[in-house]
């Protein structure tokens, strides 16, 4: 069956930089457009990136404009997302998904949690 | 950015009653291909997020029918005609159509 495995979530100071991976099984990542979603403790859901299928488009929310990039190596089915100078407010559950607005299928990770803190 | 607001934020429901949640849009979901790309997720306590309903009313395979999406343009409403246990959780629209994707603030469904 199809599982979504983020890792490299920890705590990390003011700052500092963190990458996250996401891996893919039983889905060829290469069929889809890939998202970063995040959720801070007890709070909603907040989009944070996307990157085409092919990697040639990627887009961001402001929130981490110019400090995250998302990348994807679709020979390994992998996903990333490098964060730079991370903040306080960047602790979160960070989830990757294909998050689809149409008719494919939905998928998620169970999550990685980045805590940003002195 | 599209701002999207949700209400109830909390919504008590009695078991087996309807339960409806409303969703809008600070400015127009549709896409230049006449879609509307408006979605609905369910979070369960102590899980990932999954899709329910996209396009305002397509529902997802094994999503019980009991769950229905409508709306145009600004707004839109999920229902569940009759609640049961296992819909307790956060409910989330997302607007699909505008880069950056935003969702609402969530609405918590508990059972009374």
């Known amino acids: 069956q199809v599982q979504l495995a983020e890792s490299g979530g920890r705590v990390v100071q003011p700052g500092r930089s963190l990458r996250l991976s996401c891996a893919a099984s039983g889905f060829a990542l290469s069929s889809a457009a890939m998202h970063w979603v995040r959720q801070a403790p007890g709070k909603g859901l907040e989009w944070v990136a996307v990157?085409?299928?092919?990697?040639?488009?990627?887009q961001y929310a402001d929130s981490v404009k110019g400090r995250f990039t998302i990348s994807r190596d679709n020979s390994k089915n992998m996903l990333y997302l490098q964060m730079n100078a991370l903040r306080g407010e960047d602790t979160a559950v960070y989830y990757c998904s294909t998050l689809p607005v149409a008719g494919t299928l939905d998928y998620w990770g169970q999550g990685t949690l980045v805590t940003v803190s002195s | 950015d599209v701002v999207m607001t949700q209400s109830p934020l909390s919504l008590p429901v009695t078991l087996g009653q309807p339960a409806s949640i409303s969703c809008s849009s600070s400015q127009s979901l549709v896409y230049s291909d006449g879609n509307i790309y408006l979605t609905w997720f369910q979070q369960r306590p102590g899980q990932s997020p999954r899709r329910l309903m996209y396009?305002?009313?397509n529902r997802d395979p094994g999503v019980p029918d009991r769950f229905s999406g409508s709306g145009s343009g600004t707004d839109f409403t999920l229902k569940i005609s009759r609640v049961e246990a296992e819909d307790v959780g956060v409910y989330y629209c997302m607007q699909g159509t505008h880069w950056p994707y935003t969702f609402g603030q969530g609405t918590k469904l508990e059972i009374k």
């Open positions: 396009k305002i009313s």
């Open positions: 990157i085409s299928y092919d990697g040639s488009f990627k």
